[in-house]
Nanobody
């Protein structure tokens, strides 16, 4: 199983950035896909989740600014981040969860997003 994130980088406050996560080795179409982030000295937190049926959920701090989407034909999940703030600075991780009799969770290695003032 591999989850490979891409798209991180350095941007200024107010700018936009898009992240991608390409998955392989899992039944992507049934997976719950999420983006988490972890800032220095802080715990990892969930940012956004998209279910297999494309229902989405966001943490309050990013609602209205971030959009999670998925392309099941390409086994890829996206995170479009607009109006970025310095407090969005973190390493962003892709997460895949397969729910069922045996719950399986997979993580990518992360991509760094830095938002300068």
């Amino acid at each position: 199983v591999q989850l490979v994130e891409s798209g991180g980088g350095l941007v200024q406050a107010g700018e936009s950035l898009g992240l991608s996560c390409a998955a392989s080795g899992i039944r992507f179409d049934v997976a719950f896909m999420s983006w988490y982030r972890q800032a220095p000295g802080k715990e990892r937190e969930v940012v956004a989740t998209i279910a297999s049926a494309a229902n989405t959920d966001y943490t309050d701090s990013v609602k209205g600014r971030f959009t999670i989407s998925r392309d099941n034909t390409k086994n890829t999940v996206f995170l479009q981040m607009n109006s970025l703030k310095p407090e969005d600075t973190a390493t962003y991780y892709c997460n895949a969860e397969i729910r069922g009799p045996i719950r399986r969770v997979y993580w990518g290695k992360g991509t760094l997003v830095t938002v300068s003032k």
